[in-house]
Structure formats: C-alpha cells, structure tokens
C-alpha cells in the first residue's frame, strides 16, 4: 500500500509510531464470499489503527435481522457486545476510543456514565457506519437507551430499536427547534 497523500501519510505515521513497540493484530470480519472488512488493532492498547472497509456506502442491512448483544462477564467485571448482521460471522463490537474515548477502561450499560457514553457511540458507529452522525447523537442516545438497559446483566437490541431511538432524538430536536425561544414575550427591559 502507497499512501501518496502528504496529509494521510502525516496523520497515518502520527498515530501508528505510538505502537511501534506492540503488538499488532489483524482481525478479518468474513462476509459470505470474501472479507467485509479488515482492522488493524494494537492488542496492547486494545485500539483499533487502521480499518478498511471495502465499500462504506453500502447500504445497511434489514434492521430485524441487526442485533446488538450485550454481555457482562462478573468474574472479570468487564462488558462486551456481540454484533450479529445478515451474511457475517457474529463479531465483537469494537469500542471505538480511537475516534472518541469516554471510557479507557471500556464500555458499560445501565446508567448515564462514562462507560455508556463509550457503548452508546460504539453502537451507533458500528450500526451507522458514519462517524459524523454517530457523534451527533451519541449522548442522547446513551441516556435514552444504553442507560435503560439493565446494569450488569445481558439485553439484546435490534436494529429497528436503534432506528427507532434516532428517530425520537431527532423528531425532539425538530420539535425543540420550533419551540418559541422568548418564553415571556410580554416583559419589557
């Protein structure tokens, strides 16, 4: 691979010299027929470096068949999602503090932390595929679904769930927006 771009190249080199003393893997997440993607991730710091995706605009796949499975492991109090889609391999949901890092320590559910913050914009990136949106709603959609769910135990939410939340934080953000802003229009300064 040539990276001929001077700006890709300087982010490129700037955020993997930082790993050039760990261990790296590289994870396949296997469609049908070929790879759906490729990661590059530092098993040290459990970051994901570099992710090629073959075609990002492809379109996403039928909400009742997405599923998002939420595990808590007590012995080692650590949470993990399993993500299920049509014609892949279930796969760990990675956690995303490469782009927003609420949470080094890892995800969590139940209530309107840290940790949620982290799941809740996982969730919504891997569902999404659009860094932009997912930043955009992630808070709301942590305090509105990911702190609902039940603190330390397993639930499961389908794509049609995590539709149907963004379609409330965006039907409340139109609604707020028409909402008159002089709340006494009558008082004179």
Request: glycine share 6%; proline share 8%.
């Amino acid at each position: 691979m040539i990276f001929n771009d001077p700006k890709l190249f300087e982010r490129a080199a700037e955020e993997l010299i930082q790993h050039v003393s760990h261990k790296i893997g590289i994870m396949l997440i296997r469609g049908d027929t070929a790879p759906e993607s490729l990661t590059i991730e530092c098993e040290d710091c459990h970051e994901v470096l570099i992710e090629f995706l073959p075609n990002p605009d492809t379109e996403r796949p039928d909400p009742e068949r997405v599923k998002y499975d939420g595990h808590y492991e007590q012995a080692l109090d650590l949470c993990h999602v399993e993500v299920s889609k049509p014609g892949k391999s279930p796969y760990p949901m990675q956690e995303r503090q490469d782009l927003i890092n609420h949470s080094p320590t890892g995800i969590a559910w139940g209530y309107g932390g840290s940790g949620p913050a982290q799941c809740a914009f996982a969730v919504l990136m891997d569902y999404l595929g659009d860094e932009q949106r997912a930043r955009a709603l992630y808070q709301e959609f942590k305090f509105t679904t990911i702190a609902m769910l039940p603190n330390n135990q397993p639930w499961t939410l389908t794509g049609r769930q995590i539709e149907q939340a963004i379609m409330r934080i965006e039907a409340r953000r139109r609604s707020s927006q028409n909402e008159p802003t002089d709340t006494y229009p009558n008082l004179q300064p």
